[in-house]
């Protein structure tokens, strides 16, 4: 039987008061793979997200996924919440009240997978956008997490720093194992993983071989 990093069934949630945004959602995927998320502007794409990280509730339905959950947001100065770089990616180890000489390994390990070390002493402040989301997926890494979900991770970087990243993040799931979901509008990128989800108001409407969706979108749009 195939091992899941991600297995939803039925899932359905609700805004106070509001119609539902996420509606009888089922599906898996395999531990270890990168999938990607699309859909249109409010199609429910990071309710999903969120719903799968615990930080919102589903009206019902049911959710199982790996833990730790790392989460990566569209605007890294949203996350990033300490002055220099090594002391950000501690931050969540330093929560869980980790013994100094372990954070410090952790912290090395992690800025080494995303080709940051060099940078570990430099302040936030003045880092590219790229650099700033490799230093946000460190803090998942060195928190050893087993599931990252990406939130437009790309939407506010050049095209340059757009397809590195998801390079590394695809070099990062097959070098550790690591069960991906990451959404974005960004066609190119489903290049890089191994399946796709397609959210339409709500409704799961289309998945499976990333190069079959892409031609539906690529068609859709034109
Ligand atoms: N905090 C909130 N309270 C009430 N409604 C919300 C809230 N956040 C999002 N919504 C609504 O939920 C629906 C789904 O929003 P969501 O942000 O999940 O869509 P999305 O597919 O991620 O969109 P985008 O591509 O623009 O980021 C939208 O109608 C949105 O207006």
Not at 162 to 186: C, M, N, P
Request: charged share 25%; aromatic share 6%; proline share 5%.
């Amino acid at each position: 039987m195939v091992e899941l990093g991600i297995k939803v069934k039925d899932l359905n949630f609700r805004w106070a008061n509001g119609d539902f945004v996420i509606k009888s959602c089922s599906l898996e995927i395999p531990k270890g793979e990168l999938w990607m998320l699309l859909g249109t502007n409010g199609s429910g794409k990071s309710t999903l997200l969120r719903l799968l990280a615990g930080l919102l509730a589903p009206e019902s339905g049911y959710i199982q996924v790996l833990h730790p959950v790392g989460f990566v947001f569209q605007n890294p100065d949203h996350q990033l919440v300490m002055p220099t770089v090594g002391a950000d990616v501690a931050f969540g180890l330093v929560e869980e009240k980790l013994p100094i000489t372990i954070v410090r390994a952790r912290v090395q390990e992690a800025l080494k997978e995303v080709n940051l070390l060099s940078l570990q002493k430099r302040p936030i402040y003045g880092l590219s956008g790229g650099q700033k989301q490799r230093i946000a997926i460190a803090g998942a890494l060195a928190r050893q997490c087993k599931l990252l979900l990406l939130d437009e991770p790309t939407a506010l970087l050049d095209p340059d720093s757009q397809i590195q990243l998801v390079k590394s993040v695809r070099q990062l799931v097959d070098k550790q194992e690591i069960t991906a979901l990451w959404v974005t509008h960004r066609l190119d990128e489903l290049d890089y993983c191994d399946g796709a989800f397609l959210l339409e108001k709500g409704l799961l409407v289309d998945r499976g071989e990333p190069k079959r969706l892409k031609k539906r979108l690529m068609r859709l749009r034109e």
